[in-house]
């Protein structure tokens, strides 16, 4: 079975620049998986942030980006503010119609 | 405007079934597929499955495809998911949500509902 790997947990000062990554127990991600990031504060629905490996979602700040490093997704905040504080999670198209989310991280702003 | 309304919080005892809905609202219910996650208490999102509702097809995550239905009323424009034998485990906030039509930039959320706890507890 498929497992969809996150960092647990990262941290990053306010106004740094943090890099979360999304990778296969087995094998590498490339865009064939149509990466899709989400972030998600506790209590609430999650709300997307990425798709399609790079692409903001409308009203997503730019300093949200997307793309492939290595062998993996990458989400990557750059001049993070204190309410990018939250849980963020990938998702990976294994194809055939199903969809597998990863773990998730916690990221801590401070 | 698109939105997704869920139905109410349940709680069952063990070995119930539960039936949560999500009534899609702001755009043509049967041109996007509808996908059901769910998130336990303090763990993270599992995607469950996902619904054509224009064709009544389904795909569901391997630990589901015993337990789990998932159909629809078009008439009314709501999904349905349908969890049998529940256990404890099935604790947790079920989701819908919207997966996008663009085919230039497909398979992901582009949607989601509020969420509904189901409670499972004897």
């Known amino acids: 079975q498929t497992v969809v790997t996150q960092e647990p947990s990262f941290s990053v000062s306010p106004g740094g620049t943090v890099t979360l990554t999304c990778g296969l127990s087995?094998?590498?991600?490339?865009?064939?998986?149509?990466p899709s990031w989400y972030q998600q504060t506790p209590g609430q629905a999650p709300r997307t942030l990425i798709y399609?490996?790079?692409t903001r979602s409308s009203g997503v700040p730019d300093r949200f980006s997307g793309s492939i490093l290595g062998d993996k997704a990458a989400l990557t905040i750059t001049g993070a503010h204190t309410d990018d504080e939250s849980d963020y999670y990938c998702?990976?198209?294994?194809?055939?119609?199903?969809?597998?989310f990863g773990g998730g991280t916690k990221l801590t702003v401070l | 405007q698109v939105h997704l309304v869920q139905s109410g919080s349940e709680v069952r005892k063990p070995g119930a079934s539960v039936r949560v809905s999500c009534k899609a609202s702001?755009?043509?219910?049967?041109?996007?597929?509808m996908h059901w996650v769910r998130q336990a208490p303090g763990q993270g999102l599992e995607w469950m499955g996902r619904?054509?509702?224009?064709?009544?097809?389904?795909n569901f995550a391997q630990k589901f495809q015993d337990r789990v239905t998932m159909t629809r009323d078009t008439s009314i424009s709501t999904a349905y998911i349908y969890l049998s034998s529940l256990r404890s485990d099935d604790t947790a906030v079920y989701y819908c949500?919207?997966?996008?039509?663009?085919?230039?930039?497909?398979?992901?959320?582009?949607?989601w509902g509020q969420g509904t706890l189901v409670t499972v507890s004897s």
């Open positions: 949500a919207r997966e996008t039509n663009n085919w230039a930039a497909p398979y992901y959320f582009d949607y």
């Open positions: 702001g755009y043509t219910f049967t041109d996007n597929f």
């Open positions: 619904f054509n509702p224009n064709s009544g097809g389904t």
């Open positions: 087995s094998g590498s991600v490339s865009t064939s998986y149509y």
């Open positions: 399609n490996t790079n």
């Open positions: 998702v990976l198209y294994m194809r055939s119609g199903v969809s597998v």
